[in-house]
């Protein structure tokens, strides 16, 4: 399993390949996080071509089972964001994760 890229360390690319300092990119990050959640709050889709979307899903109330006592409890209904990743990020991912047999390295 790989390592964890943090976001200090999404801006230290972008910074990087963009010429800009730390704390411009930093800002940029920043105001783009901001802007997501502020659309989602507003019930705003937000679709990123070639990268994915993300949405406001409702999930209804529904039985569940608490994994430690087995007790069936309730759980409320909620809405909660999600992200769909696109068909090309997907392939972009998945083919570089693949050998030359075909079989992904481990």
């Known amino acids: 399993m790989g390592t964890t890229t943090t976001k200090a360390d999404l801006i ?5 390949k963009t010429g800009r300092t730390i ?8 105001c ?3 802007s997501i959640i502020d659309s989602l709050k507003t019930r705003n889709r937000i679709e990123i071509r ?6 406001i899903r409702h999930k209804n109330l529904r039985k ?5 006592t ?3 409890v309730m759980v409320a209904e909620k809405d909660v964001p999600t992200f769909k990743i696109s068909r090309d ?3 972009a991912v998945t083919d570089s994760l693949k050998t030359e047999t075909g079989h992904r390295k481990i």
């Not at 230290?12 to 990087?16: D, K, R």
């Not at 070639?50 to 949405?55: K, L, T």
Request: glycine share 10%.
């Open 64 to 68: 569940a089972r608490n994994p430690r």
């Open 32 to 34: 783009l996080f901001e």
């Open 50 to 55: 070639g990268f994915g979307s993300f949405n």
């Open 89 to 91: 990020f997907k392939s």
């Open 12 to 16: 230290s690319t972008v910074a990087e």
């Open 23 to 30: 704390m411009e990119t930093e800002s940029t990050v920043n």
């Open 70 to 72: 087995g007790e069936q």
